[in-house]
């Protein structure tokens, strides 16, 4: 590692370089504007983005941190940590982790001191630079960069250079590539801009330049205070701005333990070769095809390295159980195939997970009830635990941390039902029948989960046929064979994984055909008015998932219908595809309301 650490001089260093030179008047040409306005634009840009890592600073900033994550143990796994510092003595490594919290950077911070790694030059968003922490992050090696750089070339333009810079000097990076922290739970789509630039500063440093490391980064926490607040913005709520203000207040909600936060390393991966893959697999050099190729790689690998932690099982097993509460031998009759589903697949665990037996499902239970996601009812002969009414989406959200561990299972059950109900009565292809439903169900999902390719994704529903019944796809299975098969099962996750989404999505659906279709699409109205709607039906039990009543997962339907060309404007067809679309996730609707209909009656 060069001196980079400690050198103030980063900006006439790259001012210096032939790749400046090169950029500026590139930049000339496509502005027409003065090489010494763009000078000026460009040296003010690379000022503001730039930092350093002094000894001292980053002394109080770590102090700093400790005292946030106080809440915390940090649990690590050390084993991946090994690899990484071996391989940082020789590359850049670029940290890419999941982004579930505003704590993540100084528990990855921590998770990785005192293992022989450097710190970590983190990008994170300028709405962040507080004065007078903001001074003392830039010295602490923050980054803060502009969240849209729309009509201004000059900015990425300097963004590249610099993270070029980085690399050429072996510093390790890190941001968070989801954009802003989950509202769901579950991980987000990555936004590409950041690995954009990196890819583009890469290339730019040559064929010859040392390779740079992905490093896909799991954190979880066993409880988390923000995810109040991110459930009442996700509801239709507002997000408080951040301040000096908000900061204090949000310093203070960490008095309280709150169990702890895993970290979790992926199998890192060269980004010369992961572009290499990606262009294979693309069949194209086109680098708007290629990244999110290796965008999705790392998502998959950051899901992968996800542990499952008590609360995400025990909100799994309460959620969406007609509202009714349960005992504790009700709860563990619900979690034990469950549990025993996600040891046969040797899913990763948390040290903690202890839900076969009584005593450890007490203590889970006991955590969420302290935290008031669970409510506990002791005053008749037995103790009954619940979801709080008014935590739902809170609830939700610890589970949806794990739901991607189970969404082939979940697909097929649904693709099953539907297969079974194509036509009761006719010498149906029913192993045919359900790949075609299910492939349908992976589309209307592609904007919420990572999906494997076709062909992984055939061998996954191949394997979750044979834990169902083994031998069931060789045999000549009738429709009503089909649904015998699901009402005797003593494990059905559909529901529980899909049933939101779907449901959240069949209102943005139904909403999208009161529209006229020759009109401009009011899309933030569209959204409003479904966020409404989904409330009214909740109240009125024709919604199971209060978690439906979700901005990201109405977002989500919207981006799909953008997908399929159903935002207009149009005509007759257009009108016609609507409600295609509609029928489509109503009649997915309907096929969960049967899977449920069998969970709660085994």
């Given at each position: 590692?060069?001196?980079?650490?400690?050198?103030?001089?980063?900006?006439?260093?790259?001012?210096?370089?032939?790749?400046?030179?090169?950029?500026?008047?590139?930049?000339?040409?496509?502005?027409?504007?003065?090489?010494?306005?763009?000078?000026?634009?460009?040296?003010?840009?690379?000022?503001?983005?730039?930092?350093?890592?002094?000894?001292?600073?980053?002394?109080?900033?770590?102090?700093?941190?400790?005292?946030?994550?106080?809440?915390?143990?940090?649990?690590?796994?050390?084993?991946?940590?090994?690899?990484?510092?071996?391989?940082?003595?020789?590359?850049?490594?670029?940290?890419?982790?999941?982004?579930?919290?505003?704590?993540?950077?100084?528990?990855?911070?921590?998770?990785?001191?005192?293992?022989?790694?450097?710190?970590?030059?983190?990008?994170?968003?300028?709405?962040?630079?507080?004065?007078?922490?903001?001074?003392?992050?830039?010295?602490?090696?923050?980054?803060?960069?502009?969240?849209?750089?729309?009509?201004?070339?000059?900015?990425?333009?300097?963004?590249?250079?610099?993270?070029?810079?980085?690399?050429?000097?072996?510093?390790?990076?890190?941001?968070?590539?989801?954009?802003?922290?989950?509202?769901?739970?579950?991980?987000?789509?990555?936004?590409?801009?950041?690995?954009?630039?990196?890819?583009?500063?890469?290339?730019?440093?040559?064929?010859?330049?040392?390779?740079?490391?992905?490093?896909?980064?799991?954190?979880?926490?066993?409880?988390?205070?923000?995810?109040?607040?991110?459930?009442?913005?996700?509801?239709?709520?507002?997000?408080?701005?951040?301040?000096?203000?908000?900061?204090?207040?949000?310093?203070?909600?960490?008095?309280?333990?709150?169990?702890?936060?895993?970290?979790?390393?992926?199998?890192?991966?060269?980004?010369?070769?992961?572009?290499?893959?990606?262009?294979?697999?693309?069949?194209?050099?086109?680098?708007?095809?290629?990244?999110?190729?290796?965008?999705?790689?790392?998502?998959?690998?950051?899901?992968?390295?996800?542990?499952?932690?008590?609360?995400?099982?025990?909100?799994?097993?309460?959620?969406?159980?007609?509202?009714?509460?349960?005992?504790?031998?009700?709860?563990?009759?619900?979690?034990?195939?469950?549990?025993?589903?996600?040891?046969?697949?040797?899913?990763?665990?948390?040290?903690?997970?202890?839900?076969?037996?009584?005593?450890?499902?007490?203590?889970?239970?006991?955590?969420?009830?302290?935290?008031?996601?669970?409510?506990?009812?002791?005053?008749?002969?037995?103790?009954?635990?619940?979801?709080?009414?008014?935590?739902?989406?809170?609830?939700?959200?610890?589970?949806?941390?794990?739901?991607?561990?189970?969404?082939?299972?979940?697909?097929?059950?649904?693709?099953?039902?539907?297969?079974?109900?194509?036509?009761?009565?006719?010498?149906?292809?029913?192993?045919?029948?359900?790949?075609?439903?299910?492939?349908?169900?992976?589309?209307?999902?592609?904007?919420?989960?990572?999906?494997?390719?076709?062909?992984?994704?055939?061998?996954?529903?191949?394997?979750?046929?044979?834990?169902?019944?083994?031998?069931?796809?060789?045999?000549?299975?009738?429709?009503?064979?089909?649904?015998?098969?699901?009402?005797?099962?003593?494990?059905?996750?559909?529901?529980?994984?899909?049933?939101?989404?779907?449901?959240?999505?069949?209102?943005?659906?139904?909403?999208?055909?009161?529209?006229?279709?020759?009109?401009?699409?009011?899309?933030?109205?569209?959204?409003?008015?479904?966020?409404?709607?989904?409330?009214?039906?909740?109240?009125?039990?024709?919604?199971?998932?209060?978690?439906?009543?979700?901005?990201?997962?109405?977002?989500?339907?919207?981006?799909?219908?953008?997908?399929?060309?159903?935002?207009?404007?149009?005509?007759?067809?257009?009108?016609?595809?609507?409600?295609?679309?509609a029928d489509e996730l109503g009649a997915a609707v309907a096929a969960i309301a049967v899977v449920r209909s069998c969970a709660l009656t085994t």
């Amino acid at each position: 590692m060069s001196d980079v650490d400690h050198e103030r001089r980063a900006v006439e260093l790259v001012i210096g370089s032939q790749q400046y030179a090169e950029a500026l008047a590139g930049l000339v040409e496509r502005t027409e504007r003065s090489e010494a306005d763009l000078r000026s634009d460009s040296q003010a840009a690379l000022t503001e983005m730039s930092a350093y890592v002094d000894e001292a600073a980053s002394r109080v900033w770590d102090r700093m941190g400790r005292w946030l994550t106080r809440s915390y143990e940090v649990d690590v796994d050390t084993s991946g940590l090994t690899e990484l510092v071996e391989l940082g003595r020789r590359h850049s490594l670029v940290f890419l982790p999941n982004h579930r919290s505003y704590l993540d950077p100084l528990v990855l911070r921590a998770a990785t001191a005192g293992h022989g790694l450097p710190s970590n030059y983190t990008l994170g968003g300028i709405n962040l630079a507080m004065w007078p922490l903001s001074e003392l992050g830039k010295r602490s090696g923050l980054i803060f960069i502009r969240r849209s750089t729309r009509d201004d070339p000059v900015y990425p333009a300097m963004l590249r250079l610099y993270l070029g810079f980085l690399l050429r000097q072996h510093a390790n990076l890190e941001w968070y590539f989801e954009g802003g922290r989950t509202r769901t739970g579950k991980l987000r789509p990555p936004r590409m801009g950041v690995l954009r630039y990196l890819v583009d500063a890469f290339r730019a440093n040559g064929e010859d330049a040392d390779d740079a490391y992905l490093v896909p980064v799991s954190i979880v926490y066993d409880q988390q205070h923000e995810v109040s607040a991110l459930s009442r913005e996700e509801s239709g709520g507002s997000k408080a701005p951040e301040s000096l203000t908000w900061l204090y207040r949000f310093a203070r909600a960490q008095g309280r333990r709150r169990g702890r936060v895993h970290v979790r390393f992926g199998p890192p991966l060269s980004l010369r070769e992961a572009l290499t893959d990606a262009g294979s697999r693309a069949e194209t050099d086109d680098l708007t095809e290629v990244v999110p190729r290796v965008a999705f790689e790392v998502a998959h690998r950051i899901n992968a390295a996800t542990p499952i932690t008590p609360a995400a099982l025990v909100t799994f097993g309460l959620l969406d159980n007609d509202g009714r509460a349960m005992t504790l031998a009700e709860t563990l009759a619900v979690l034990e195939p469950l549990v025993a589903y996600v040891r046969r697949r040797r899913l990763p665990l948390t040290a903690d997970v202890d839900l076969g037996r009584p005593e450890g499902l007490r203590r889970a239970l006991a955590t969420l009830v302290r935290e008031g996601v669970v409510v506990e009812y002791a005053g008749g002969l037995e103790p009954v635990y619940a979801i709080a009414p008014d935590r739902q989406h809170e609830a939700a959200f610890y589970r949806n941390t794990v739901t991607h561990y189970f969404i082939d299972r979940a697909i097929l059950e649904v693709a099953l039902v539907q297969a079974a109900e194509e036509d009761p009565a006719s010498d149906v292809d029913v192993v045919a029948a359900t790949w075609t439903r299910a492939l349908a169900l992976r589309d209307l999902l592609k904007y919420e989960f990572f999906f494997a390719t076709k062909g992984e994704f055939d061998t996954h529903l191949r394997y979750e046929t044979e834990l169902v019944r083994p031998g069931w796809a060789e045999e000549s299975a009738t429709p009503s064979e089909v649904t015998e098969l699901l009402a005797g099962s003593h494990l059905l996750l559909a529901h529980r994984v899909i049933g939101p989404f779907l449901e959240a999505y069949s209102v943005v659906a139904d909403r999208l055909v009161t529209r006229e279709p020759a009109a401009p699409l009011d899309s933030d109205g569209l959204i409003a008015e479904s966020l409404g709607v989904a409330h009214q039906r909740w109240l009125q039990q024709d919604l199971h998932s209060p978690e439906s009543i979700s901005k990201d997962l109405m977002g989500g339907a919207l981006k799909l219908a953008g997908n399929r060309g159903l935002l207009g404007p149009g005509g007759d067809e257009l009108r016609r595809s609507r409600q295609d679309f509609a029928d489509e996730l109503g009649a997915a609707v309907a096929a969960i309301a049967v899977v449920r209909s069998c969970a709660l009656t085994t």
